[in-house]
């Protein structure tokens, strides 16, 4: 089934079915490595609950929820939508 | 012989240009933005003189993830690279951090791009070792195309290799080639490269694939050439998940690339992600409960270590208590000036002075700069502890913990990193607001930066924290940190509501694996700064102080007066300006005037303040003018008789939020260029100083001081 990174719970992995948002924002997840087929694996949320941490091609990277919101994953469970 | 230094941050970088280039090494910037452009020299002592590799010169690239057009940082890189100053590099050393391969490799798969000779420094391969992982150099090597050296820029290993395997390919010559030409678009890309080609342009691998991209920059000013890149690229079929996303499809390009055929490169044992260390640490400094409040105690330690007079709870055990570092060394810098003022007095004595020219010397310039100077150390205890938590990679640590609460007030945690170096020094702070993305965040992190108490203004607070508030000093200061905040809070609601309405950019942020500080950067980045302060100190502090003295000892018709009387030139200013900072306390008893002058003093730099407080207010002490604990008490006993509690507050209320310097103010120029916006900052800073001072004087008046 498919969700956006920011819906992944810490410890679940999912990798990148699309990226949508545009422009800047866009190009600076790509830039960092968020590509489609790409494994992600959500660590943890800031103790105020935003950003989250994700470990991604071996590094962690931080990014807001409302930045991970543009990131569509396909993740295992679940009928596919 | 020039090499270019570029690389990804945090992939040691720093380190490796510390290293080659040592004590040579200066901070310039580049030409148009306020990036700051390092270069030194690296001397090769293998080969012989006339060798052109015997003398590098190192131009350290600001540290970039993309060569995309998004940032000033990566504009700066890219045009450098593509020598579009004519003084470009003659080879690039990419430094790239084994332990992050992939998305370091992405770097490098655009700079593989120009025609520009690169060398791979492969950087930390011995934590890598240590982690149990094995990487092949040579098939590394191969696939690229260019050289690859293994280094450890932290234990200065396979550095002489590395400028050696340099030095011989920057002597030939080398062709762009890029990963689109194994992706599908190959085809259209070739045709692109050949049209670049065929005009006869640089780097033509470089410019077709910013031409895919859409980087309107690079298909130069020939109208024909863009339509027929526009008929080239409308027949290639993307993905369908790239959405028709060029920039996309050449991102997606890359590291497809560079996880088929770079990441075998590596031998990992099974189970370990490498992070292991990083992580364990993390569970702690950013766990959910207790990330926030150990966040909050390093920044206690930091300013009580800074600052406090004896040490928490020392004072149980010895008497008066064990003062903390930042002061002991203050003491130390106080004596040593008071010693060479003191010798300079009496070399003057013997020598005959006119009293004339030893108060200009003793009383005007010495007190002044040596006022100052003694705060050096506290300022760069304040940088010691920044540099060594930028360092150590807890800087975005501190961002991931205080996005959350800043964003609501309009400021995204990467702003936090600036903000917190605002209390070092606003000069840097303000250009590292280059790290934000967007324009406005820039133009109100800027603003709110005098705010964060910087390291010049401590003078003041300690000055006023000793004479005025001598049983809860530590509270005073941190009382002044505390409005400080205030105010930025408060200002950053106005202005994100009023002028730069908007909520707070993007927050994409890599959380880099914990190091140990090196000391070498550590070291490198406390004397730059060191350099910097001594510097102002001697020469526009200098300057001031003698003119603050003239100007206090002389009438309009020049001739002498009594030192610092009403009838002084100063104090003729002074006296005008009096009304308007009437309604703020301090400004009410006779010698207002003095507490005036400070304050326009400090316009110029905050260390001013302390001086001109100083030269003001020092009352005659008979014949013992240079018994620095008689003057320093006499100083206290002035400021005690014309401050009270709520007044002192308010007048250090007003240089906290005030105009920070000169330098900042002509930072803040650079950093927004604009000339309205400068003009509406100083405003703004004036303004919300006045306001701040009278909110403070009042509210401190109810409370019953």
Redesign the interface.
Same mark, same amino acid.
């Given at each position: 089934m498919q969700k956006s990174l920011d819906q992944l719970t810490p410890g679940e992995t999912g990798t990148v +079915?699309?990226?949508g948002g545009g422009g &800047?924002? =866009?190009?600076? !997840?790509?830039? &960092?490595?968020i590509? *489609?087929?790409?494994e992600i694996t959500l =660590? =943890?949320? +800031? *103790? !105020?609950?935003? *950003?989250i %941490?994700v %470990?991604i091609?071996?590094?962690? !990277?931080?990014?807001?929820k409302s %930045?991970a919101e543009a990131v569509v994953m396909n993740v295992e469970g679940g009928a596919s939508l | 012989m020039r090499f270019a230094l570029a690389g990804n941050p945090n992939s040691g970088k720093t380190t490796l240009f510390n290293l080659l280039t040592g004590s040579t090494a200066h901070v310039g910037n580049w030409p148009g933005v306020t990036v700051d452009r390092k270069e030194g020299t690296y001397r090769n002592k293998g080969v012989k003189a006339s060798d052109a590799c015997e003398r590098i010169d190192i131009v350290d690239l600001p540290g970039i993830y993309s060569l995309s057009p998004y940032t000033p940082e990566e504009v700066v890189a890219r045009n450098y690279i593509l020598d579009e100053m004519g003084d470009g590099p003659d080879l690039i050393i990419n430094i790239v951090d084994a332990t992050n391969l992939e998305r370091n490799l992405y770097l490098t798969t655009q700079i593989m791009e120009s025609d520009i000779p690169v060398v791979v420094a492969l950087n930390m391969t011995d934590v890598l070792h240590r982690n149990g992982a094995k990487i092949d150099e040579r098939a590394l090597s191969e696939r690229l195309g260019v050289p690859v050296v293994a280094i450890s820029a932290l234990h200065a290993e396979g550095i002489g290799e590395l400028m050696n395997r340099a030095c011989e390919v920057a002597k030939k010559g080398r062709k762009g080639s890029s990963v689109i030409e194994d992706s599908p678009m190959a085809e259209a890309f070739g045709r692109i490269v050949d049209l670049f080609r065929e005009k006869g342009l640089s780097h033509p691998v470089f410019r077709a694939v910013k031409a895919i991209e859409g980087d309107i920059l690079y298909t130069g000013d020939n109208a024909d050439v863009a339509r027929r890149i526009e008929e080239i690229k409308h027949n290639i079929a993307l993905r369908p998940e790239l959405e028709g996303d060029f920039e996309a499809a050449v991102a997606d390009a890359r590291y497809r690339y560079i996880t088929e055929h770079y990441k075998s490169a590596i031998t990992r044992p099974s189970g370990k992600s490498g992070r292991s260390t990083s992580e364990k640490i993390d569970s702690v400094l950013t766990n959910k409960v207790l990330g926030l409040p150990i966040f909050f105690l390093f920044m206690f330690l930091v300013f009580h270590l800074t600052f406090a007079e004896p040490l928490m709870f020392t004072d149980r055990f010895v008497e008066d208590g064990i003062p903390s570092p930042g002061v002991l060394l203050q003491t130390w810098m106080g004596n040593f000036t008071d010693a060479v003022t003191e010798a300079t007095a009496g070399l003057l004595e013997s020598m005959g002075a006119s009293d004339w020219a030893t108060g200009l010397i003793i009383d005007g310039l010495f007190a002044g700069v040596g006022g100052v100077l003694s705060f050096l150390p506290q300022i760069l205890m304040l940088f010691l502890f920044l540099s060594i938590m930028e360092d150590t990679g807890y800087m975005a640590r501190a961002a991931f913990l205080m996005d959350r609460p800043l964003r609501r007030f309009g400021i995204s945690g990467k702003a936090f990193l600036p903000l917190l170096m605002g209390f070092g020094c606003s000069v840097p702070a303000m250009m590292g607001t280059r790290t934000l993305d967007d324009e406005k965040e820039r133009r109100l992190t800027i603003m709110l930066m005098p705010f964060f108490s910087c390291g010049a203004k401590l003078p003041i607070w300690s000055m006023f924290a000793a004479a005025i508030f001598p049983n809860n000093a530590d509270k005073a200061v941190f009382a002044i940190y505390f409005i400080g905040i205030a105010a930025a809070i408060g200002a950053a609601i106005v202005l994100r509501g009023t002028i730069l309405k908007g909520a707070a950019s993007v927050f994409i942020m890599e959380l880099p694996a914990y190091h140990w500080p090196k000391l070498r950067n550590v070291a490198a980045n406390l004397w730059e700064k060191a350099r910097g302060f001594i510097v102002r100190a001697t020469t526009i502090i200098a300057g001031a102080t003698i003119v603050i003295w003239f100007l206090s000892n002389f009438d309009f018709s020049f001739s002498m007066v009594d030192p610092n009387s009403q009838e002084s030139i100063v104090g003729v200013l002074g006296s005008a300006l009096v009304p308007i900072f009437r309604p703020l306390g301090f400004a009410s008893m006779p010698d207002a005037w003095k507490a005036v002058v400070a304050i326009v003093t400090g316009l110029i730099a905050k260390e001013m303040v302390v001086s001109t407080l100083g030269v003001l207010y020092n009352p005659e002490v008979e014949g013992d003018a240079l018994e620095d604990d008689a003057a320093a008490g006499a100083l206290a006993a002035a400021l005690v008789a014309s401050f009270s509690p709520a007044a002192a507050l308010s007048f250090m209320t007003f240089n906290l939020l005030s105009v920070p310097c000169m330098a900042a103010v002509a930072t803040a120029n650079a950093e927004m260029r604009s000339g309205k916006w400068l003009w509406i900052t100083i405003g703004f800073w004036l303004l919300t100083a006045w306001v701040g001072a009278f909110i403070v004087y009042h509210a401190t008046r109810l409370m019953g001081f």
């Amino acid at each position: 089934m498919q969700k956006s990174l920011d819906q992944l719970t810490p410890g679940e992995t999912g990798t990148v +079915a699309r990226v949508g948002g545009g422009g &800047m924002i =866009k190009r600076r !997840l790509f830039d &960092m490595g968020i590509t *489609p087929g790409t494994e992600i694996t959500l =660590k =943890k949320t +800031a *103790p !105020l609950g935003d *950003p989250i %941490e994700v %470990e991604i091609r071996g590094y962690a !990277l931080s990014v807001r929820k409302s %930045e991970a919101e543009a990131v569509v994953m396909n993740v295992e469970g679940g009928a596919s939508l | 012989m020039r090499f270019a230094l570029a690389g990804n941050p945090n992939s040691g970088k720093t380190t490796l240009f510390n290293l080659l280039t040592g004590s040579t090494a200066h901070v310039g910037n580049w030409p148009g933005v306020t990036v700051d452009r390092k270069e030194g020299t690296y001397r090769n002592k293998g080969v012989k003189a006339s060798d052109a590799c015997e003398r590098i010169d190192i131009v350290d690239l600001p540290g970039i993830y993309s060569l995309s057009p998004y940032t000033p940082e990566e504009v700066v890189a890219r045009n450098y690279i593509l020598d579009e100053m004519g003084d470009g590099p003659d080879l690039i050393i990419n430094i790239v951090d084994a332990t992050n391969l992939e998305r370091n490799l992405y770097l490098t798969t655009q700079i593989m791009e120009s025609d520009i000779p690169v060398v791979v420094a492969l950087n930390m391969t011995d934590v890598l070792h240590r982690n149990g992982a094995k990487i092949d150099e040579r098939a590394l090597s191969e696939r690229l195309g260019v050289p690859v050296v293994a280094i450890s820029a932290l234990h200065a290993e396979g550095i002489g290799e590395l400028m050696n395997r340099a030095c011989e390919v920057a002597k030939k010559g080398r062709k762009g080639s890029s990963v689109i030409e194994d992706s599908p678009m190959a085809e259209a890309f070739g045709r692109i490269v050949d049209l670049f080609r065929e005009k006869g342009l640089s780097h033509p691998v470089f410019r077709a694939v910013k031409a895919i991209e859409g980087d309107i920059l690079y298909t130069g000013d020939n109208a024909d050439v863009a339509r027929r890149i526009e008929e080239i690229k409308h027949n290639i079929a993307l993905r369908p998940e790239l959405e028709g996303d060029f920039e996309a499809a050449v991102a997606d390009a890359r590291y497809r690339y560079i996880t088929e055929h770079y990441k075998s490169a590596i031998t990992r044992p099974s189970g370990k992600s490498g992070r292991s260390t990083s992580e364990k640490i993390d569970s702690v400094l950013t766990n959910k409960v207790l990330g926030l409040p150990i966040f909050f105690l390093f920044m206690f330690l930091v300013f009580h270590l800074t600052f406090a007079e004896p040490l928490m709870f020392t004072d149980r055990f010895v008497e008066d208590g064990i003062p903390s570092p930042g002061v002991l060394l203050q003491t130390w810098m106080g004596n040593f000036t008071d010693a060479v003022t003191e010798a300079t007095a009496g070399l003057l004595e013997s020598m005959g002075a006119s009293d004339w020219a030893t108060g200009l010397i003793i009383d005007g310039l010495f007190a002044g700069v040596g006022g100052v100077l003694s705060f050096l150390p506290q300022i760069l205890m304040l940088f010691l502890f920044l540099s060594i938590m930028e360092d150590t990679g807890y800087m975005a640590r501190a961002a991931f913990l205080m996005d959350r609460p800043l964003r609501r007030f309009g400021i995204s945690g990467k702003a936090f990193l600036p903000l917190l170096m605002g209390f070092g020094c606003s000069v840097p702070a303000m250009m590292g607001t280059r790290t934000l993305d967007d324009e406005k965040e820039r133009r109100l992190t800027i603003m709110l930066m005098p705010f964060f108490s910087c390291g010049a203004k401590l003078p003041i607070w300690s000055m006023f924290a000793a004479a005025i508030f001598p049983n809860n000093a530590d509270k005073a200061v941190f009382a002044i940190y505390f409005i400080g905040i205030a105010a930025a809070i408060g200002a950053a609601i106005v202005l994100r509501g009023t002028i730069l309405k908007g909520a707070a950019s993007v927050f994409i942020m890599e959380l880099p694996a914990y190091h140990w500080p090196k000391l070498r950067n550590v070291a490198a980045n406390l004397w730059e700064k060191a350099r910097g302060f001594i510097v102002r100190a001697t020469t526009i502090i200098a300057g001031a102080t003698i003119v603050i003295w003239f100007l206090s000892n002389f009438d309009f018709s020049f001739s002498m007066v009594d030192p610092n009387s009403q009838e002084s030139i100063v104090g003729v200013l002074g006296s005008a300006l009096v009304p308007i900072f009437r309604p703020l306390g301090f400004a009410s008893m006779p010698d207002a005037w003095k507490a005036v002058v400070a304050i326009v003093t400090g316009l110029i730099a905050k260390e001013m303040v302390v001086s001109t407080l100083g030269v003001l207010y020092n009352p005659e002490v008979e014949g013992d003018a240079l018994e620095d604990d008689a003057a320093a008490g006499a100083l206290a006993a002035a400021l005690v008789a014309s401050f009270s509690p709520a007044a002192a507050l308010s007048f250090m209320t007003f240089n906290l939020l005030s105009v920070p310097c000169m330098a900042a103010v002509a930072t803040a120029n650079a950093e927004m260029r604009s000339g309205k916006w400068l003009w509406i900052t100083i405003g703004f800073w004036l303004l919300t100083a006045w306001v701040g001072a009278f909110i403070v004087y009042h509210a401190t008046r109810l409370m019953g001081f």
